[in-house]
């Protein structure tokens, strides 16, 4: 590959067309997937009824935002104009929707783990929705997205840079302040989700045990014990199902955990890592900074397979009728904003290569960035939102309702905060002196961008982790406290003496007639009523426990695609922050990891999402066909 003059070989490779090219179809399908993903959550309002699903919706939101391709598309447009020179405040500005959309991403992500985490420990008072939780959130996510842009615009360089990314064109803070911003939210996400695992194992194992322990031997129909064998059945069978319903919802979390840990973590810690070992060496930086602009919105592309394989009630209104589908209804709106801002910018990259563009803007890369700014700003956001859902879920699981208002109007307005403010940190104070010559968020923000990106990375991180600790931690507490309560061993119990059923040969004709039409039904419908009652409770706290294993997959794909990247980006800032050449790989690769990790959310939600992939199947009647309930395990199928 001949080099243009005055350009090194990734500021040549990051406006390639084909490079641009790859961007752009990343980021259109982390665009459509979270924008379909969105849409159930918008015209059902049962779907908007669960802690769990509002932070899947506010992810998907994010990930929409990361996946909005403007940089993609403004490279293609200056490639096609030759224009090789950008100012930093334009290539801040294109960037945008990234730099917000990945910081607001781990909010979400975060509030994924702190849903998982409150179902597990507090599971018969966790309920449909803590509004409370919801709501901060979303106004969280919201404000993290404009905080992260603000940040990459002040005191921004006035001169232009030949590669127009966000890491290389970000305003002198944004890199300190991300990079303490994303490692503390990847400390809280994996904390929320290692104390979230600890309680789940334990309380799976308990009702694993509980349930082998609890099947009644064979009865004559014909005995008068039948209607207590029956009774029990069905106390059995729809407690069973309830924990089913939260296992399933945990490991469509898991999933997403995964996703965002390939497509964020991974790569921000390497970033981090190069930053703390030799900060003025920009090359490495730079290139993971590169490799993570790609794969980040490739996972912002994968959530809705996830969803339409996990999660069968986005197929449904219910979907909207609990507070954590709500939340993962955001977190794939601000997917998609991801999708979309990876889109524009691989368009214009593609664009100004054709053209023979070289030199930007920084303004003009900023803003073509901006969808991904914002965007990864307010995932972060939705994913904290999600991991408070979790948390309040298990910690409160009777208290636990259908919805927090409060905490979803939270949350979601601290989205769109974060999503604005990133945008506008991007931009602020951009020194449009020189040329830039590559368009990305991070080359061409304002110098407070990178100092603010991150605190805040780190701040979300270290609360999302943190939360998913200690949900693992209530819920291994919980699940044992709770399968060894007489009320949960209650089919192991001997009955009492009242309950034993009447022998005839005792008893004379009209004695044993009058017993059975005065005693024994109307202690039987006691016994029932008790039954019935419990019975909700176990429903309710398998229903969580799936919820829970749901987030924590996403937990992952946030750890491996914004946290662990994030963590490498803060130590080499920290090790020598004047060596650019690593910080910028660091976050060169990042912007691919993240929105890769957007796109991989779908994913988990149609694995592990029972009420996400049947939505999908109704919505899409082809999908019936492909997404069958014998597709899946019995494990993963919606009570």
């Known amino acids: 590959m001949s080099l243009t003059p005055n350009k090194t070989q990734l500021e040549e490779l990051d406006s390639s067309l084909a490079i641009n090219l790859l961007r752009y179809l990343i980021s259109l399908n982390a665009l459509l997937t979270n924008g379909f993903l969105t849409l159930p959550f918008a015209r059902f309002k049962t779907l908007r009824c669960t802690q769990c699903n509002l932070f899947i919706a506010a992810n998907a939101a994010v990930e929409f935002i990361i996946g909005l ?46 849903d998982r985490l409150t179902a597990v420990a507090w599971p018969f008072s966790y309920g449909k929705k803590n509004k409370n939780l919801i709501a901060s959130i979303f106004s969280f996510t919201l404000f993290i997205f404009i905080a992260a842009i603000i940040v990459s615009l002040w005191n921004i360089n006035p001169g232009t840079s030949f590669q127009c990314s966000m890491g290389v064109n970000a305003g002198p803070l944004f890199a300190t302040i991300w990079s303490i911003y994303a490692q503390i939210i990847t400390f809280f996400v994996f904390g929320t989700y290692i104390t979230m695992l600890c309680l789940f194992y334990r309380q799976s194992q308990v009702f694993s045990s509980s349930k082998n322990k609890t099947n009644p031997k064979q009865q004559n129909p014909k005995d008068n014990g039948l209607m207590y064998k029956n009774t029990n059945k069905t106390y059995q069978n729809t407690d069973y199902q309830k924990t089913q319903k939260q296992i399933r919802l945990t490991m469509l979390v898991a999933l997403i955990l995964l996703v965002y840990s390939i497509c964020w973590a991974l790569p921000t810690a390497i970033w981090f890592f ?55 209804g955001a977190n794939a709106a601000i997917e998609l904003i991801i999708g979309i801002g990876l889109a524009t910018r691989g368009t214009f990259e593609i664009y100004s290569t054709s053209i023979s563009l070289t030199s930007f803007t920084h303004t003009l890369c900023v803003w073509i960035g901006s969808p991904l700014t914002g965007g990864f700003a307010a995932n972060q956001i ?54 830039s010559y590559q368009c990305s968020m991070g080359a061409n923000a304002g110098p407070l961008f990178a100092t603010i990106w991150s605190i805040y990375a780190q701040i979300i991180t270290f609360f999302v982790f943190s939360t998913y600790i200690s949900m693992l931690i209530l819920f291994y507490r919980q699940n044992r406290r709770f399968l060894s309560s007489p009320k949960t061993k209650i089919t192991q119990v001997t009955p009492s003496p009242r309950m034993v059923p009447i022998q005839e040969k005792e008893l004379k004709p009209v004695i044993l007639n009058n017993l059975n039409n005065n005693k024994n039904n109307n202690l039987t419908l006691k016994r029932g009523s008790q039954l ?86 109704s919505t899409f009647p082809t999908l019936k066909y492909i997404l069958t309930e014998d597709t899946f395990t019995n494990n993963t199928q919606m009570s």
């Open 69 to 114: 391709a403007t940089r993609a598309t403004f490279e293609i447009i200056a490639t096609t104009m030759s224009i090789h020179s950008f100012t930093h405040t334009l290539c801040v500005w294109i960037g945008s929707p990234l730099t917000g959309g990945f910081a607001a991403n781990q909010i979400t992500i975060l509030g994924l783990a702190l």
């Open 382 to 435: 939705t994913i904290l939102g999600l991991a408070l859902d979790r948390l309040t879920a298990v910690a409160w699981p009777f208290s636990y309702g259908k919805k927090n208002k409060p905490f979803i109007y939270i949350s979601y307005l601290l989205v769109i905060l974060i999503f604005i403010g990133a945008v506008f940190i991007s931009l602020w104070g951009i020194d449009e002196s020189t040329p």
């Open 274 to 328: 190069f930053n703390v070992l030799d900060p003025k060496d920009l090359t490495r930086i730079n290139y993971v900074t590169f490799i993570q602009g790609f794969i980040t919105p490739l996972g912002a592309g994968i959530n809705l397979y996830i969803y339409i394989w996990k999660h069968a009630e986005i197929r449904h209104r219910s979907l909207r009728n609990t507070q954590c589908n709500l939340l993962i």
């Open 532 to 617: 019935k009652q419990e019975t909700i409770l176990n429903q309710q706290q398998k229903q969580q426990m799936r919820l829970t294993l749901l987030v924590a997959l996403i937990l992952l794909i946030y750890t491996i695609c914004w946290a662990f990247p994030t963590a490498i980006w803060f130590l080499f800032n920290v090790l020598d922050s004047s060596n650019r050449n690593r910080i910028n790989v660091v976050t060169y690769i990042q912007g691919f990891l993240t929105p890769f990790g957007a796109g991989i959310n779908l994913y988990i939600y149609l694995w592990r999402h029972a009420e996400i992939r049947k939505c999908a199947r």
